[in-house]
């Protein structure tokens, strides 16, 4: 293999495959990207077996041939080289030389065959949608997906076809996040309801930032792929039923309020300072003409929030993680914000007020 590629253009694909690549796993290939050089340009691959990425390159290639480099060790090389093109060739089948001005290294490479096949989009119906509207379904959703490893098929997004409405869903169990949207053109492989795990939701989120216009998503075999003009994102479906997120959003309430969004955030904010460290608790209450917030910590004192707000009727008081609410306020763009309650023992919805397709469920806590 014997190719010249622009600096930049190397560095960006590098770049692009940080996250994705395994750093410390069983399998020391899985730390490696394959550069695969074809008479038509460069390929570099990476996975961690959960997410993959394919991506093109334009590359002058005067022998073709596939190699695998360290990811991370050949990334921090290139963006350390100063001139502009970028020297690649293989010396023997165990090392590669790298050339960039007066620099010359030599990398040791692991065989590309030892290399695992990554999902193809040979055959894959795909459809279009707007990069941007997917990375605002995605914003909307992913900080309400679980980590608990316990609870693996909570554990990422899970997107649905329902009534011609595009719909993203997370939870871990204690809070909810759900959006709806309709497509320019109907997602049919989505029907029947998939689990994308959060580090391919969020990659995918990463793409949607890199993309003007729109991106093309199908479903393969076990895989979501989300496509471009010269990359292929592959995401491994999580095998598990993703529980009925419908009978958890309320179906009622009791209590509506309606809060600018900005006052809110910065007041749980200064309480979250205060709160204790374990729970993370603050309470909430609703008296007439006012929501009144508060938080207090044995080891640091108290604090008291006072949000005037158009509200007649008897005391409420509940208590949620302060955490959890400022997760869903800063999934929401609007300037303000509806809190619906029913009671002081059940789950409260944050909404936009100027939109029913976007919610987010908590559960109370005692603060």
């Given at each position: ?35 695969d ?9 990476a ?7 394919v ?7 005067e022998?073709?041939g ?91 997004v ?27 053109a ?25 993309t ?39 179906s009622g309430?009791r209590i ?15 309480l ?19 929501l ?42 609007a ?33």
């Amino acid at each position: 293999m014997k190719l010249t590629i622009d600096r930049e253009e190397l560095l960006r694909g590098l770049g692009r495959i940080q996250a994705v690549v395994e750093r410390r796993g069983a399998l020391p290939i899985l730390s490696n990207v394959l550069i695969d050089a074809r008479s038509d340009g460069l390929a570099m691959s990476a996975t961690d077996l959960e997410v993959g990425v394919v991506s093109e390159h334009a590359a002058q290639v005067e022998e073709v041939g596939a190699i695998t480099l360290g990811a991370r060790k050949l990334h921090d090389l290139v963006r350390e080289f100063e001139d502009p093109e970028v020297r690649i060739r293989t010396e023997d089948s165990a090392r590669v030389g790298i050339e960039c001005g007066s620099s010359r290294i030599q990398l040791l490479s692991i065989s590309p065959e030892e290399y695992p096949t990554l999902p193809s989009a040979e055959g894959v119906e795909f459809v279009e949608i707007e990069a941007s509207l997917l990375g605002e379904m995605i914003d909307a959703t992913l900080y309400a997906a679980s980590n608990d490893e316990a609870r693996y098929n909570l554990n990422g997004v899970y997107m649905e076809l329902s009534e011609g409405k595009l719909v993203l869903v997370a939870t871990n169990g204690h809070r909810l996040a759900k959006i709806e949207r309709t497509p320019p053109a109907p997602v049919s492989f989505l029907e029947k309801g998939i689990t994308v795990p959060r580090k391919g939701v969020a990659e995918i989120r990463k793409l949607c930032d890199e993309t003007e216009g729109s991106v093309e998503i199908g479903l393969g075999e076990g895989f979501l792929l989300v496509r471009t003009d010269r990359l292929v994102l592959s995401c491994r479906l999580i095998d598990g039923d993703f529980p009925d997120y419908r009978q958890v959003i309320p179906s009622g309430h009791r209590i509506r309020i309606m809060v600018d969004r900005e006052r809110l955030v910065h007041a749980v904010r200064r309480l979250s300072i205060l709160a204790h460290e374990r729970s993370g608790g603050f309470k909430m209450a609703l008296e007439d003409g006012s929501l009144l917030l508060s938080a207090s910590n044995a080891d640091l004192g108290e604090g008291n929030e006072e949000i005037p707000i158009d509200y007649t009727g008897d005391r409420f008081e509940t208590g949620f993680n302060a955490r959890y609410v400022l997760d869903a306020l800063s999934s929401v763009v609007a300037k303000e914000i509806a809190i619906e309650l029913s009671d002081d023992l059940s789950a409260a919805k944050l909404r936009p007020a100027d939109d029913p397709d976007q919610v987010g469920i908590i559960m109370p806590m005692r603060a």
